[in-house]
């Protein structure tokens, strides 16, 4: 991990309350899928946590950031040709599986992100990647057609069926009959339950609120589901952990 100044170079909406900012920085090329960066934001005491969504090359970058409180807020202010600390990447990303020949992504709202640089992975291995993503309504979807120009086959749900299958991830899953057994998800906790319960092999990534984001300060701890005694840091040993890890309790 390592701290530096980024240089912004586009910072935009491309959904509701949703940005995509593309940042120049030596780090990228120690990124990989589903690591975060911990952005400091002037004026505020804590960074802030964000997925790395894109690798576009070692010395290029993209986040994708929902503005959900005065942090991200100002965020969305800043312009092309600022500059931004930013210190990571951090935690352990999703490892690819070679041998899988078909893997099953699913995101929901701002979990979408870190799966875009996973479907580039897998595509890179020649894999069948089929993408499932979860949003509130029509408003809010994002990257629907990025995925398909990866070449993934892409399924949409939204609650209010303003857009896709109606309702949850599950499912649109089911309306496709999509039968994958290998799973990588991201998104909030309601959703990673229900995977968590469907599933038995692939990985989960978990958000929470965090702090130090380098497992320090112990605020992202999370129970382990088979284990009583042991317990994992989301920052840390996370965010990505295999489906069946974690216990949901820690909520």
Request: charged share 25%; hydrophobic share 45%.
């Amino acid at each position: 991990m390592e701290q530096e100044r980024a240089r912004i170079l586009e910072n935009k909406e491309i959904a509701r309350d949703t940005w995509r900012m593309v940042l120049q920085g030596a780090m990228a090329a120690k990124m990989e899928a589903g690591q975060f960066v911990n952005l400091a934001i002037d004026g505020f005491f804590l960074r802030r946590p964000i997925s790395i969504c894109e690798v576009i090359d070692e010395d290029h970058f993209i986040l994708i950031y929902k503005v959900v409180g005065d942090g991200t807020k100002k965020l969305s202010e800043l312009c092309a040709s600022q500059t931004l600390d930013v210190f990571g990447p951090l935690g352990h990303g999703y490892p690819i599986e070679e041998k899988e020949k078909e893997v099953l992504l699913i995101g929901g709202g701002v979990g979408v992100p870190p799966l875009y640089e996973l479907a580039k992975r897998y595509r890179a291995i020649d894999a069948r990647v089929i993408v499932v993503l979860g949003f509130n309504d029509a408003d809010s979807v994002f990257y629907e057609d990025a995925f398909r120009r990866l070449g993934c086959d892409v399924h949409v749900a939204t609650m209010d069926g303003s857009c896709g299958v109606k309702g949850t991830v599950i499912d649109a899953i089911d309306a496709a009959h999509i039968t994958t057994d290998f799973v990588c998800s991201c998104g909030p906790l309601p959703m990673l339950k229900a995977v968590d319960a469907r599933y038995q092999r692939g990985y989960l990534s978990f958000e929470s609120r965090m702090a130090c984001g380098i497992g320090a300060c112990m605020a992202c701890i999370a129970k382990d589901k088979q284990e009583a005694d042991l317990y994992h840091r989301i920052c840390k040993e996370g965010p990505v952990f295999p489906i069946g890890k974690v216990a949901f309790t820690w909520m």
